[in-house]
């Protein structure tokens, strides 16, 4: 785990160099990493465009869990010439980042540094091909323009380069699907593979019948791969040296099947189906690639001198939206070949490779090639989602790294837990990072000369009245310091212990304005077991909002997420509100359920189980996205504003006390220099 906070702005080290790292019985499967941090309060760009300027954070991560705050999914194009999801690289990866050589920015391959997570306000960037990328305000990526931030300003302190509406991206644009490797996948891998480089046949002689098979390949993968096949399928191989290595020439491997009923298998395996399906090109075209095909000097070419292999090759390219040429060598040499050559750059020849998938990875090369592409990747709109997500950043050799099919700037603007080298998937919901000094220095940061009083807003990264808080009990003395400075602050939480702290956040609004909410986005108790495990329960949470209010602390809460189909009827919208009414909830706010990968996946493996009749219906709604149709979102939206007017959600204000001046300190607080994150 890297832990160089002496060297950042924000956080340091115990007494000895290193955190104080805790497990109790009591908080099973979660370590507490107890450290003490430089500077508390910290700063939000104003670039992020949320309602508040300063944060307080005494915690990063979160024991709460909750299943749908999973993020991570970006596709990082990785030096085998496949993908992996950001979320699952890890340190000491070879992935693709670029350099400038010559004239041209050229793909090279590097290694993975450092790997970390965070949760910051997200927005979503969409490109004319239909691309979508999420990411901070502060990612930046490489434009035609040079590298730019997501989001910043024309002037003011805030002034930085990033991107509008006139930028286009450097890159091939996002990455295709891989196939699914199902049984007619692995059917035409071997028709091809077998077609284009095995050997099969039958003799008959006076002492008897001879069955032999043999695929002779120099690369292991594509070898491994036929033999795992052909085994799946009851047809055994034997491995076997076919070529030993000798001076200017390497060991070849091959592998042979000599019995009647595996060779009469195998011709079954390869007939040409009637009707083939997506999987079958998919799986005939890597076969086929692996046995025939090459790629070199940006060229992907297949050769054969079989037309029914040709006309199959043809079929499934045209089949899956490739542009080929058919080519003639000049001077042919022994029987006539055709030559298939893949068209449209390296934008699809990773869109080949990714799509079919094939076995060897030292024909997806692509090292060296410079990075020009003539892909649709102008920039049409830059949206904030209006959500602090859990995000994902790598450090390079080369400073970037391909981010579904854009080159991505590793993202320095990031500052303490995210250099901690923690995934935000397990990682984040049992590694907690805890500032135990934190009440302390919010006292002495409000203490500071330069402090001007602003509103400070807590909770709106990770849950301040989360399970570790009963433990340390860091907000008590964060809310005395608040109280006694007479500073206005703001809470939002799911958990219901910030009830413990009522009587300080009521003095707290005798002197200044405090302000609360909860997060409720339904109230079905066993959605909310599958979806926010760890938590109070919806209602346990509208009991904390309803206390609050009685006791002049206005909380609002906000309706995330709605889950469509389950959540999202009239009737139901209707009794989550009529129940966030009788609260006294001061305002309200809705959030449709978001399904990024990685919740996709479980959410879909839920609803196959609990309502498999709605697998269609999600598949229309979302279709390849992580959200539903904006119109839905604001059909939604305006139907809960219905609601809310309809129950005078807002409408009745509670009595607040006003505030009244703090006492003058005793004496003068001793000049500090601030430190903002």
Known sequence: MRWDALSLDGEELGLFGSPVTVDTPEFRGITFHEIRAKSIINQVPAA?????????????????????????????????????????????????????????????????????????????????????LVASGDHRFLSDRGWKYVTGTECGADRRPHLTLKNKLMGVGSFAEP?????????????????????????SYLSGDVHRFRLVLIDHEAL???????????????AFTFQNAKLGRQQIPAIRNQSKAGNAAIRR??????????????????????AEGSCS??????????????????????????NYRIEQPKKPVGLPITVIRLLGGIAERLRFFHTVDPAITRKRDIEGLAIKTSARLGVTSIEAT??????????????????NGVVSHNCFARRTHEYLDFDSGRDFDSQIVVKVNAPELVRRELAAPKWAGGHIAMGTNVDCYQR????????????????????????????????????????????TDVGAAVSVGFVDKELWRLLEPGTPSPLKRLEVCATLNEHGIGCGVLMGPIVPYLTDSPRQLEAAVRRIAETGATSISAI????????????????????????????????????????????????????????????????????????????????????LL
């Open 386 to 403: 209006g959500l602090d997500l859990p995000m994902y950043d790598i450090t390079t050799g080369t400073g970037d790294f391909i981010a």
């Open 48 to 132: 992020s465009r949320v309602p508040f300027q300063w944060t307080i954070n005494p915690y990063r991560g979160c024991s709460h869990a909750c299943v749908y705050c999973l993020s991570g999914d970006t596709p990082i194009l990785m030096a085998d010439g496949r993908t992996k999801p950001l979320r699952e690289i890890r340190v000491g990866d070879a992935v693709y980042g670029t350099e400038v050589v010559g004239s041209y920015r050229r793909y090279v391959v590097t290694k993975v540094l450092a790997h970390w997570s965070t949760v910051k306000p997200a927005y979503r960037i969409h490109l004319e091909d239909g691309t979508q």
């Open 179 to 203: 196939p699914k490797k199902d049984a007619d996948y692995r059917s035409g891998y071997l028709c091809g593979m077998i077609r284009g480089d095995g050997q099969l046949a039958s003799y």
């Open 224 to 238: 491994d791969r036929s033999r795992t096949y052909l085994d799946g399928l009851g047809v055994p191989t034997i």
């Open 269 to 290: 395996i390869i007939v040409w189906p009637a009707e083939a399906t997506t999987e079958w090109h998919k799986g005939f075209l890597a076969g086929i690639f692996d």
């Open 468 to 511: 570790a808080e009963g433990r340390y009990q860091l907000m008590p003395g964060i809310i005395e310091a608040l109280r006694d400075a007479a500073n206005p602050f703001s809470i939002l939480t799911k958990g219901s212990l910030i009830l413990r702290d009522l009587p300080l956040l009521e003095e707290a609004a005798d002197r």
């Open 592 to 675: 449709v359920l978001h399904l990024r990968p990685g919740a996709r996946e479980w959410f879909t493996a839920w609803l196959r189980e609990h309502h498999p009749e709605l697998i269609a219906p999600y598949a229309r709604l979302y279709g390849r996205g992580a959200y539903a149709p904006k119109d839905y979102q604001h059909r939604i939206a305006q139907r809960v504003k219905d609601l809310a007017d309809k129950y005078d959600i807002g409408g009745r204000r509670n009595v607040r006390r006003m505030p009244t001046p703090p006492p003058s300190p005793t004496q003068p607080p001793e000049p500090e220099q601030l430190t």
């Open 297 to 322: 000097r940006g060229v992907l070419r297949i050769s054969n001198t079989d037309q029914d292999i040709i006309e199959h090759i043809r079929g499934g390219l045209e089949h899956l939206g490739f």
